[in-house]
Every structure is written in structure tokens, then in C-alpha cells.
């Protein structure tokens, strides 16, 4: 028999091997880091760093060390570490993925920098700068990255100051340019994106929002959107769209899967209507992900309907809507039988009474993860309700839902295979009556409720596989509880976290 000691090595050698992603905050144990992680293939900067340029140079200079490194993350940096990203790109040269989300300052020369360091980029995240410059600044530098960037196929741009004549080049030269996100662009116009996407028939990819109210409502940005014949995904949030422009798609026959049309405005003068989306989702039948959060013109009977052409849904969010209840919930479960998610937050709250209705749809076990939360009329009936109907659960969002008290233990007992669970804001839970094992549960949020340090002990004698406990403002708990945790749970004790005040 092999001694502790050996079996001891032999794991820590296959999990070194594992970990294929790494935080790093300063350069002291970089290089002891690289040593023991020899399969790294992506690096993040942990959050302000403040030695970035140091710490690149010091990472660039063992690059045998980092032949698979193929992703950089300089997200939440107060600049773009330009010195240590000249150093680091000329040994890494494999970089395929660069994130500069969130940060501070990114100027046009910034990305010269980018196009000229790392020429095999096929995917760029320069979302949410903060900049002083106008976006015509940003002209030249968005023209450089999409002639000298040949590979890139995926890149985001929410937040960032990018303007027609920006959008053009880097649709005109990105021949592999098949994802574009481009949240909150407000100086793109209307006829600037048509004509961006008259450049680029081969987008599969489009996720866009503006304040431009009439933005998808002309015919010219219809037209254009038409010629995306292999798009298969479209996110228009917050935005004024028109039946017109739902009519379009349906006629088409665009090979859609992801639909989000979160917050967009509807049912009033030039909206869209339940028409609208009845046409299209009757005439392109392969979603498989559909967001209509906050088209509260649908109710009950409409989903009934629409459900009969979703037979290939995995998830859908129907949050917001002030005429549908959770007998949609079964109607869904029951017609679609791929759907793992449901989202069905802060919906109407009308109670269905009648125990038998809601018996006849059975069990359903391929729903994975329910999302419930600011539904104030849930009761401890209805959630063990839902417990019996989708035994399967791994996640359940029950964030600010009062009238929920012992029956989450119930649940509990019966959906076994809960992984993540939320409880914030839930003041009347009560875990006392958790006197079994809860096997597989690794996070469990109870922000904002009364739980004390006689719940803590409950909780850590039965959920041992905690790797994540959020307190925040629970004003039971005393330093005593805690500990009491962190001795019973030792997943949370060696490699989690507990987030208190």
C-alpha cells in the first residue's frame, strides 16, 4: 500500500495539472506559481493592481513556462499596463483572448498597442472604459485593431466610445467577425449600424441596446438585419422595436436560438405586440433561449400558446409580467420538455387554488434552476409544491420572498440535489428543522434574514459541502457561529469564503 505521503503527491500532481486558470495580485510567487501550474491557459490581474507593468514583465520572462497561455484579463485596472504588455507579448505569443473591461483610463493609443502586440486575437472585450475622449478619438485606433486583428471573430464594446465611422471599419475589415455586443453605443445612429451590418452578411451574433428610441423601427436597420442570414443570435434590450420588425424575421426564416428582448417597449403606438411575437416564434421554432422580461402585455393563455412552438427551449425568463402566474410554470414544464431554466421573478399574484389542476402535470425532472425571487404571495405550500413537481433542482432563487418559513426544509429533503440557494432578504425562514444531510449544496445565501448562531450550527452540521455562505447584515450571528461553520465545513473552511459584515 502506497504511503500518505506518496498518495499525497500523486493528488496534488494531477490537480496542479487541473487548474487551467489563475488571479494574480502581486509578483511575489509568480514564478513558484507557473512552476506548480504548468497548464495554464488564461490569466486574470486581480482587481487595481497596482504593480500590473511589473508583474507582466516578471510573468514575460519565463515564457517556457506559459506555452499554453492562450487569455489575458486586464479588467478593473486604473490603466493599460503598457510597458508590461510590450514585454509580455513578445514571448507569449499565443494570446488569443484579451479582456480590458472597466478599465479607467484606455486611450486611442492603447489600442495601436493592442493591434500591434497581439496580431492572433480572435476575441477583445474593451467594455465599460472610462474615457474623457470623444469617441471620434477612438477612429484611428478602432481602424488599426480591425486591420491588423485578422483573426477576430468575437468582440465587446458596451460602454465604449465608438461612432458610425468606428463601427464601419471594424465591420468593413473584420472578415471572421461573426459576435458583436455592443451595449449602451449611444452615439451609434440607425443608418451607421445598418450600414455596418450591410458589410458583415455572416454575423451569427448581434446583442445591442440603445436610448434611440426609433433605432429598430426603420425599415432601413429591417432590411439590413434581413441580410444576417446566418444569425442565430439577437439581443435588443431596452429598446423601442416594432411588430414590423418581428414580422421580418418570421418571413425570413432567420435560423434564430437566442432571443432577448429584455425591457424592450411594447404594446403602445409603434411597439411590438403579442402578434409580433407569436408570428415569429410560430415560424422559427428552434430557440432554444428566450428572454421577453417585462412585456407584461402577455398572460397566461398566451404563453399556453406560444409554448407549442418551443420545443427546443433550455431556458426562458418571464419576469416582470403582472398578468401571468405560476400555473405558466407547469404549462411550460409540460410542453417543453428541454427546458433546464426558468426565470419567473416578480410576477402576478394570483393564487391557483385548486390542488388537482396542478397534480395532472406530474414530475418533471429536467428543470435544473428556478429563479422566483420578489414573489411576496409565495407560501411554504407552493415552494414544497414546486419541490415535488421538479425533484431535479440545482438552483433555487427565492431572494425576497416573505412568507416563506420551515417549508424550505422540506425542499430541501426532497430536491437532494440542490447545489445553490437563495434566501436573502427571506426575514421568516427557519432552518431549525434541517435535522438531515443536505449532500450536494455549495452556496447558500442568507443576506438580510434572522438567522442566529443556533441556525449556523444546524446548517454546518448538515450542509458540510459549503463552499460559499453569504451573511450579510444577519445580526443573530455572533464570531461564534462562524467559527462554528468553518470548523464543521471544511470545503468552506480550505478553499471557500463567508461573506458577512
Same mark, same amino acid.
Given at each position: 500500500?502506497?504511503?500518505?505521503?506518496?498518495?499525497?503527491?500523486?493528488? %496534488?500532481?494531477?490537480?496542479?495539472?487541473?487548474?487551467?486558470?489563475?488571479?494574480?495580485?502581486?509578483?511575489?510567487?509568480?514564478?513558484?506559481?507557473?512552476?506548480?501550474?504548468?497548464?495554464?491557459?488564461?490569466?486574470?490581474?486581480?482587481?487595481?493592481?497596482?504593480?500590473?507593468?511589473? $508583474?507582466?514583465?516578471?510573468?514575460?520572462?519565463?515564457?517556457?513556462?506559459?506555452?499554453?497561455?492562450?487569455?489575458?484579463?486586464?479588467?478593473?485596472?486604473?490603466?493599460?499596463?503598457?510597458?508590461?504588455?510590450?514585454?509580455?507579448?513578445?514571448?507569449?505569443?499565443?494570446?488569443?483572448?484579451?479582456?480590458?473591461?472597466?478599465?479607467?483610463?484606455?486611450?486611442?493609443?492603447?489600442?495601436?498597442?493592442?493591434?500591434?502586440?497581439?496580431?492572433?486575437?480572435?476575441? $477583445?472585450?474593451?467594455?465599460?472604459?472610462?474615457?474623457?475622449?470623444?469617441? &471620434?478619438?477612438?477612429?484611428?485606433?478602432?481602424?488599426?485593431?480591425?486591420?491588423?486583428?485578422?483573426?477576430?471573430?468575437?468582440?465587446?464594446?458596451?460602454?465604449?466610445?465608438?461612432?458610425?465611422?468606428?463601427?464601419?471599419?471594424?465591420?468593413?475589415?473584420?472578415?471572421?467577425?461573426?459576435?458583436?455586443?455592443?451595449?449602451?453605443?449611444?452615439?451609434?445612429?440607425?443608418?451607421?449600424?445598418?450600414?455596418?451590418?450591410?458589410?458583415?452578411?455572416?454575423?451569427?451574433?448581434?446583442?445591442?441596446?440603445?436610448?434611440?428610441?426609433?433605432?429598430?423601427?426603420?425599415?432601413?436597420?429591417?432590411?439590413?438585419?434581413?441580410?444576417?442570414?446566418?444569425?442565430?443570435?439577437?439581443?435588443?434590450?431596452?429598446?423601442?422595436?416594432?411588430? *414590423?420588425?418581428?414580422?421580418?424575421?418570421?418571413?425570413?426564416?432567420?435560423?434564430?436560438?437566442?432571443?432577448?428582448?429584455?425591457?424592450?417597449?411594447? +404594446?403602445? +403606438?409603434?411597439? +411590438?405586440?403579442?402578434?409580433?411575437?407569436?408570428?415569429?416564434?410560430?415560424?422559427?421554432?428552434?430557440?432554444?433561449?428566450?428572454?421577453?422580461?417585462?412585456?407584461?402585455?402577455?398572460?397566461?393563455?398566451?404563453?399556453?400558446? $406560444?409554448?407549442?412552438?418551443?420545443?427546443?427551449?433550455?431556458?426562458?425568463?418571464?419576469?416582470?409580467?403582472?398578468?401571468? &402566474?405560476?400555473?405558466? $410554470?407547469?404549462?411550460?414544464?409540460?410542453?417543453?420538455?428541454?427546458?433546464?431554466?426558468?426565470?419567473?421573478?416578480?410576477?402576478? &399574484?394570483?393564487?391557483?387554488?385548486?390542488?388537482?389542476?396542478?397534480?395532472?402535470?406530474?414530475?418533471?425532472?429536467?428543470?435544473?434552476?428556478?429563479?422566483?425571487?420578489?414573489?411576496?404571495?409565495?407560501?411554504?405550500?407552493?415552494?414544497?409544491?414546486?419541490?415535488?413537481?421538479?425533484?431535479?433542482?440545482? %438552483?433555487?432563487?427565492?431572494?425576497?420572498?416573505?412568507?416563506?418559513?420551515?417549508?424550505?426544509?422540506?425542499?430541501?429533503?426532497?430536491?437532494?440535489?440542490?447545489?445553490?440557494?437563495?434566501?436573502?432578504?427571506?426575514?421568516?425562514?427557519?432552518?431549525?428543522?434541517?435535522?438531515?444531510?443536505?449532500?450536494?449544496? *455549495?452556496?447558500?445565501?442568507?443576506?438580510? &434574514?434572522?438567522?442566529?448562531?443556533?441556525?449556523?450550527?444546524?446548517?454546518?452540521?448538515?450542509?458540510?459541502?459549503?463552499?460559499?455562505?453569504?451573511?450579510?447584515?444577519?445580526?443573530?450571528?455572533?464570531?461564534?457561529?462562524?467559527?462554528?461553520?468553518?470548523?464543521?465545513?471544511?470545503?468552506?473552511?480550505?478553499?471557500?469564503?463567508?461573506?458577512?459584515?
Amino acid at each position: 500500500m502506497n504511503s500518505l505521503s506518496l498518495v499525497s503527491k500523486q493528488f %496534488l500532481s494531477i490537480t496542479n495539472r487541473l487548474l487551467l486558470s489563475i488571479t494574480i495580485s502581486d509578483s511575489k510567487h509568480v514564478r513558484r506559481i507557473f512552476k506548480r501550474f504548468t497548464n495554464l491557459n488564461s490569466l486574470r490581474l486581480a482587481r487595481n493592481c497596482t504593480h500590473s507593468d511589473k $508583474l507582466l514583465r516578471k510573468i514575460s520572462s519565463f515564457p517556457l513556462k506559459l506555452k499554453q497561455l492562450t487569455s489575458l484579463s486586464l479588467s478593473n485596472q486604473c490603466s493599460i499596463p503598457t510597458n508590461g504588455l510590450q514585454a509580455f507579448s513578445q514571448n507569449i505569443t499565443n494570446l488569443t483572448s484579451l479582456t480590458c473591461s472597466h478599465v479607467r483610463s484606455l486611450n486611442t493609443s492603447d489600442l495601436f498597442l493592442i493591434a500591434e502586440c497581439f496580431p492572433l486575437l480572435e476575441e $477583445l472585450d474593451l467594455s465599460h472604459t472610462f474615457s474623457r475622449e470623444n469617441s &471620434t478619438s477612438y477612429v484611428d485606433g478602432v481602424k488599426a485593431l480591425s486591420l491588423a486583428l485578422i483573426k477576430l471573430r468575437k468582440v465587446n464594446l458596451s460602454a465604449f466610445p465608438i461612432n458610425d465611422q468606428s463601427l464601419f471599419h471594424l465591420f468593413n475589415n473584420g472578415k471572421y467577425l461573426d459576435e458583436v455586443i455592443m451595449f449602451w453605443c449611444y452615439e451609434i445612429t440607425d443608418i451607421g449600424l445598418a450600414s455596418a451590418l450591410r458589410e458583415r452578411p455572416t454575423l451569427r451574433y448581434l446583442s445591442f441596446s440603445n436610448v434611440n428610441v426609433n433605432l429598430f423601427a426603420t425599415s432601413h436597420f429591417i432590411n439590413s438585419l434581413m441580410s444576417l442570414k446566418c444569425l442565430t443570435c439577437l439581443v435588443l434590450r431596452c429598446t423601442n422595436i416594432s411588430d *414590423e420588425l418581428l414580422y421580418s424575421i418570421a418571413r425570413e426564416g432567420l435560423p434564430l436560438t437566442t432571443l432577448d428582448l429584455r425591457s424592450c417597449s411594447g +404594446y403602445s +403606438y409603434n411597439g +411590438y405586440s403579442y402578434a409580433g411575437i407569436f408570428r415569429l416564434l410560430s415560424k422559427c421554432q428552434r430557440i432554444q433561449h428566450l428572454n421577453l422580461k417585462g412585456a407584461d402585455y402577455l398572460n397566461d393563455q398566451h404563453v399556453v400558446q $406560444l409554448s407549442s412552438f418551443l420545443g427546443d427551449l433550455v431556458s426562458i425568463n418571464l419576469s416582470d409580467f403582472r398578468e401571468i &402566474t405560476y400555473s405558466t $410554470l407547469f404549462v411550460l414544464a409540460k410542453n417543453c420538455s428541454s427546458l433546464s431554466e426558468i426565470k419567473m421573478e416578480k410576477i402576478g &399574484t394570483y393564487i391557483v387554488g385548486n390542488s388537482d389542476y396542478i397534480r395532472e402535470f406530474g414530475i418533471y425532472p429536467q428543470l435544473k434552476a428556478l429563479y422566483l425571487s420578489d414573489n411576496s404571495w409565495l407560501s411554504d405550500e407552493i415552494i414544497i409544491m414546486f419541490a415535488s413537481i421538479f425533484p431535479n433542482l440545482q %438552483l433555487l432563487d427565492l431572494n425576497n420572498c416573505n412568507y416563506i418559513s420551515e417549508g424550505i426544509c422540506q425542499v430541501l429533503r426532497k430536491c437532494c440535489k440542490i447545489r445553490h440557494l437563495n434566501l436573502a432578504y427571506c426575514s421568516g425562514v427557519n432552518l431549525l428543522g434541517m435535522n438531515f444531510v443536505v449532500p450536494k449544496l *455549495e452556496v447558500l445565501n442568507l443576506s438580510y &434574514t434572522k438567522v442566529d448562531d443556533e441556525k449556523l450550527y444546524v446548517i454546518s452540521k448538515n450542509c458540510c459541502g459549503l463552499m460559499k455562505l453569504l451573511l450579510r447584515h444577519c445580526k443573530g450571528i455572533t464570531e461564534n457561529g462562524v467559527k462554528c461553520v468553518l470548523k464543521n465545513c471544511r470545503q468552506l473552511r480550505e478553499c471557500g469564503c463567508i461573506i458577512s459584515n
